[in-house]
């Protein structure tokens, strides 16, 4: 049973270019959260894909945005990167047909991007 | 606004010693508590969690979490730690409305042998 799976895993972009990441949720999960993880910090909420329309949103700007596709796999697009941009983006898949705060998250391991 | 804080960034232990992490909450309602670990260029890999009932929560790899409603705290423990349990490890809370996750800072662990 695949787990959460993303690519890149690594990319370097320059200062003003776009780039596009993508996930694939675990089997059997319909709904994909994106995170930004900044080195030594948590992971911070960017937004949340359910039935293909973006849900949840955090406190990212419009330059952040995304898609979800039929077959529930998601895209993260950053447009005129900047340097505070360089982080490592984490897809996270759960089931939204159970109740949503009980079930875990499940985590792939993340694209590294490095803005220079 | 929904909050979690992890006082140390560091916590070093002896292999076979017992070891605890600490978490802290700050939420409006029933919390819904998550403890996660991270190993160096990796996701982030579910342990345990505390939704309701028994304070004691039992998780992966021998780790269990002690939720105390009174001191808002959520702590990880191990019995016996390992040289493997070396890693960073984050507590977070769920929003019950969106299923959103909100992290602490994450605690890195050293087991020396």
């Known amino acids: 049973d695949a787990g959460v799976t993303q690519s890149p895993t690594h990319l370097i972009k320059t200062r003003g270019q776009q780039v596009t990441l993508r996930c694939s949720p675990k089997?059997?999960?319909?709904?994909v959260s994106w995170y930004q993880q900044a080195l030594g910090q948590g992971p911070q909420f960017i937004f949340q894909?359910?039935?293909?329309?973006?849900?949840q949103r955090g406190n990212f700007p419009d330059r952040f945005s995304g898609h979800q596709f039929p077959n529930y796999s998601s895209e993260l697009n950053v447009n005129a990167l900047w340097l505070g941009d360089s982080a490592l983006y984490l897809c996270?898949?759960?089931?939204?047909?159970?109740?949503?705060?009980?079930?875990?998250?499940?985590f792939g391991n993340g694209t590294r991007l490095t803005v220079t | 606004a929904q909050s979690v804080a992890q006082p140390e960034d560091q916590v070093n232990v002896a292999e076979g010693n017992p070891l605890t992490v600490k978490c802290t909450y700050s939420?409006?309602?029933?919390?819904?508590l998550f403890w996660y670990v991270q190993y160096p260029n990796r996701g982030l890999q579910f342990l345990l969690k505390?939704?309701?009932?028994?304070?004691l929560v039992k998780g992966s790899y021998g780790f269990e979490a002690e939720f105390n409603k009174s001191q808002t705290s959520f702590h990880l423990k191990k019995p016996s730690a390992l040289v493997s349990d070396s890693a960073l490890y984050f507590c977070?809370?769920?929003?019950?409305?969106?299923?959103?996750?909100?992290f602490g800072q994450g605690t890195t662990l050293q087991v020396k042998p």
């Open positions: 505390y939704i309701t009932g028994d304070n």
């Open positions: 894909y359910y039935e293909e329309e973006e849900r």
């Open positions: 977070a809370v769920r929003e019950a409305n969106t299923g959103k996750l909100i």
């Open positions: 939420v409006s309602g029933n919390p819904y």
């Open positions: 089997s059997g999960h319909d709904t």
């Open positions: 996270a898949s759960s089931w939204r047909g159970g109740s949503s705060y009980n079930s875990p998250l499940h």
